[in-house]
């Protein structure tokens, strides 16, 4: 992506925040926000720490508070904006992850998630899809 690349998509980003509509993203490969440390288990299921929403709830991987998505009461997002560096979190709903300070989706080609057992499995370089 070039920086005029960059500059449209930040134009079109800003007309679609003043119209309300939502727009498509281009998941990233790298993001140097994700923790070095990360809980290898995932507490899907669990509710929302603020307010108890069972439904699009996101865990933290900095921390793992749970929090419900800026589509139910915006919670994770205000848990970031409080903490400015918890950036990057697991979504229940699909588990994919997304990083705040970036805005975008982060993956991963190898897969994370065992399927033998209910933890979760994070790749040596960091980089995360599940």
């Not at 800003?14 to 923790?35: K, L, M, S, W, Y």
């Not at 507490?43 to 720490?49: D, L």
């Not at 994070?122 to 599940?130: C, G, M, Q, T």
Request: proline share 5%.
């Amino acid at each position: 992506m070039t920086s005029d690349d960059a500059t449209f998509a930040a134009m079109l980003q800003q007309q679609f925040n003043r119209q309300g509509n939502g727009f498509a993203v281009v998941p990233i490969t790298t993001c140097p926000h994700i923790p070095t440390a990360i809980t290898p288990k995932a507490f899907i299921g669990s509710p929302c720490k603020s307010c108890d929403e069972t439904q699009e709830n996101w865990q933290c991987l900095t921390c793992d508070t749970v929090r419900c998505s800026r589509y139910r009461h915006g919670h994770m997002l205000e848990h970031f904006e409080q903490t400015q560096d918890h950036a990057v979190c697991l979504s229940y709903s699909d588990l994919s992850v997304w990083c705040f300070i970036c805005e975008n989706y982060v993956v991963n080609e190898e897969s994370c998630l065992d399927q033998n057992v209910d933890t979760l499995v994070i790749p040596k370089n960091r980089l995360s899809i599940l």
